[in-house]
């Protein structure tokens, strides 16, 4: 057995994650029954909500083991979207759970602090503008970066506030159309993130392009982080997320264990 | 119409015997029959197997009936019958007999009525006692016939006016009548006043006008004149007999009994009436019963028992003897032997075997008997007079 | 008039719980056409179909002529209270917990003389009308009642033992946010139930009929999804020692059978809420309602179960719709037997169509959410077992009994 070497590249990393000068932040919300999906038209096709059954608790169901079966659907609690996830990312190559490359799921972050503009309006759409601001003051987005809004919109623990839910729909923030395709086009990003339930606003099936976000990421290949928690900790720049889907055949996504690596 | 029934002429009843109550018992009902068995041997000075003919009645036999019985007791008879009649059983048993032996299909046949009592064994045999009572009877809640003389009798009040001092004068009558029978379960004088303010069962029914479950077993041999006089044993020859079942259907509710069909043939065959009859042993698990027993066989009309028992007097030594060892009100009831208990006190007055009262100079007795009430009435009655030998 | 039930009172908790016994329940296999008669509410004897005459108790040939050809017909419900009894003493358990308790017999217009039990106001000599009820362990028994009716017979203390009149009783309604829902929720409050529980899933649904629930007086509203076995726990650990009549009417419609729409997710989701959901109601709620099913005079009673009709017979436009109804169904007796050992009765309304907004496409006669509840708690009232609601469910059933074939071929929207 040879000494474990402490000079190489990820030596470093887990030196840094044991003494400290590395945060791992856990950007994902608790999965139970109260979890929301997203709230579709009750005649449409319905995405199962997280449910959980014990299989056996110490006892006579299996004396010496704990365990569960739970179902949800993919789209469920913090959650990874794929761009097979929508229609215009269908026939992409590699694009599902199974076939995103792997080195895709650990990715570097962009962290846009709308928290204010959330607070004063649920309905606050991220603009190119908003985002332009943000970059004078950080630099520009690097490529293969998430992007990733926040909005404090996970602290709401109420699933009613946090759905926001009117006739019209739901009301929660996210990005406008144009931005996406910026983010897109300008700065090659791997994906968008947010807090909300889905990475589209809650009013973007009213856009002229219904769910942008949806539409274009996917059609270009990028990906969905929605549903994160404790964006609050994470740096404007400099964390690296790492976010792997369920390796599900063929899956749209999946739920994950979002985690960001973060230097103190 | 038919043939005339024929008589029974040389044919007698006889040895008494009594298997004494207990109120409940651990023994089995084959022990009682086993008893009574004994009891009939000894008090005829018989082998075992002299007796060649057996008529068994018993609720808790279960899952054994009188056949299996007759392996329990060691015996071989030649003629058997089991009769499944409760409270009737007795009179029905005497008549099944008399022809037996009257025909030759039997020389001595013994007659046995008994039932044991466990702690559960009434609520059990109540809990099963027919398909009907299953169905629209016991689901009701009484649990018993408790609640189904309740209905005769408030219907009987209801129709004649009678009033529950009329029933406590027949109790209370009947326990005198019991008070110096060895056997007899209630042993203290009754009042009219604790009769009426006993404690209520099923109104307008209260405790004392319940028979008490208990276990025991009545018997006695049936066999000719001409045996008995050879065994030298007393004996009372049997002058009448008569059974009905389901008398009166349509009757929407029972005031009379199968004992109003048949009144005629049993006077006629006896060749007496109702005003030759020293004494009358009735069935009587409810007073009511008595009242319907009392008109039914000629004593008064329809709905004149309590004005009777007002105007009479019920003891053994009064003008109308009744129930004159106490009956099954003041003995208990030992299931199936109370069927029996009229019969074998009949044959205890008529033979001066008695174990209380006598009634002097009695030559006639009546017994009448009642049972199995299935569903809303009895559907069993029967009845048989027994006259005194002759010297 | 009959004696006011004394108000409910908070219960005692120093005092011991009886525990449920039930009334004797061997009965004949022709007894229960006597069950299956008060299971529809029907007063209906045994008659000769040669003779004519009618037969009680039930039999196998005719008591006059002996033909066998003995049907199950309506008869007069008429008849005279010929003797009565009140027993002070009984040696069966379930009675012994309820002394006093009065019986009678019976003259029925329609020929035999019938054990009864008494209603408070029955008057020995008079006339009275006869129905088949259902006692407490699950079979049928005779009740009578005044001719004419007299005041409070709600508060009826022997016939509430066979009835479920929700007056003074606590209430579950599973699903309050649909219009079926708040009808409940009217209907049992209408009623004079002491209080209604009202369930709701999915808060982010907004539902102006929970809203209007809200506003009902007795109305407590509680969480509940009963595609959550938690949320079904934690709801039977807050109520379900009161609940004393449990109403699931969560029901999930979407058009579609097997071939025209093989949708796995749909029919997941109709058997998640119609069969898992009352088998996880089942499962918390059942426990607790059969251990009270003695605790006096308040104790737990019903438990009912809103099915669709088309339990019975599937309509292949709603096709895996009826087969989950159908599996409910099927639950449902097993339910009524589990129940049936603490004397809770299961009972089964069967709805057709009613005017809500997943009943568009269905033709009328549809059922008015208001008039179905009215029916429900008529039904509760009257102790009847199963309950069609409406023409379309009375025609189901209807034919079903008479062509299983014909309906099986016939049905659809």
Sequence with gaps: MTETDDTGLLAGLLAGIAGGGIRVVDLTMTLDRHVPTIVLPPEMGQSWPFRMEEISRYDHRGPATYWNNFSCGEHTGTHFDAPIHWISGKDLPG?????????????????????????????????????????????????????????????????????????????????????????????????????????????????????????????????????????????????????????????????????????? | MGQARRGYEGIVAAAPVTVPYARYSIRSAHWFCGRALAGLIGAAGLAKAEIDGFCVSSFTLYPDSAVGLMQHLGVSPRWLDHIPMGGASGAVALRRAARAVQAGDAEIVALIGADTNHVDSFRRTVATFSQFANDAVYPYGAGGPNASFAFLTDRYMREYGARREDFGRLCIAQRENALPVPHAMMKRPLTMEQYLNARPIAEPLRLFDCVMPCAGAEACLVMTEDRARALGIPFAPVLATVERHNAFPDDPIQVRGGWAVDIGALYDQAGIGPEDVDLFQAYDDYPVICFMQIEDLGFCAKGEAPAFVRERDLRAGGDFPFNTSGGQLSAGQAGAGGGFIGLVETLRQLTGETHGHRVEGARHGLVSCFGMIVYDRGLCTSAAILGRASA | MTTKLPPPRPKDPTKRTRLPTRPPGNRSREAHGLTAMAAAGRFALQTCADCGTVQYPPRQVCGNCLGDRLQWRDVSDGGRLLAETTLAHSNDLFFRDRLPWRLGVVHADAGPSMVAHLAEDCIAGARVRLALSIDRAGNAVVTARPEHPTPNPEDDRQLREMTFDPKDRRVLIVDGKTELGLALVRAFAGAGARQVYVGHAQPWRRSPHLDAAREIDAATLFPLDVTDTDSVEELAATIGDKVEILVNNAYHLRMGGAVGRMDLNTAHDEMAIHYHGLLRLAGHFGPVMRARGADGAHGAAAWVNLLSAYAWANNPALGTYSASQAAALSLSHCLRAELAEGGVRVVNAFLGPIEDEWHQLAPPPKLDPAAAARRIVAGLKAGVEDIPIGAVAEEILARRAENPKEIERGIGL
């Design chain 1, 95 to 264: 694009n599902a759970t199974d076939t995103i490359p792997p080195a895709l799921f650990v990715a570097h972050a962009c962290v846009v602090d709308c928290s204010e503009e959330a607070a004063a309006d649920p309905d606050y759409l991220l603009t190119v503008d908003r985002v332009a601001a943000w970059e004078a003051e950080h630099g520009a987005i690097p490529p293969r970066s998430w992007v990733l809004m926040r909005t404090d919109w996970s602290l709401k623990s109420d699933p009613v506030q946090y759905l926001n839910m009117d006739e019209t729909g739901s009301h929660t923030p996210g990005p406008d159309a144009d931005l996406v395709a910026w983010l897109i086009e300008e700065r090659d990003v791997v994906g968008f993130g947010c807090e909300a339930v889905g990475t589209d606003a809650g009013q973007a099936q009213h856009f002229a392009v219904p769910f942008p976000c949806h539409h274009m990421m996917h059609g270009n290949g990028r990906f969905g982080l929605p549903a994160l928690t404790n964006l609050d900790q994470l740096p404007p720049t400099g964390a690296v997320v790492i976010a792997a889907p369920l390796k599900i055949r063929r899956g749209s996504g999946s739920p994950v264990r979002a985690l960001a690596l973060v230097e103190a």
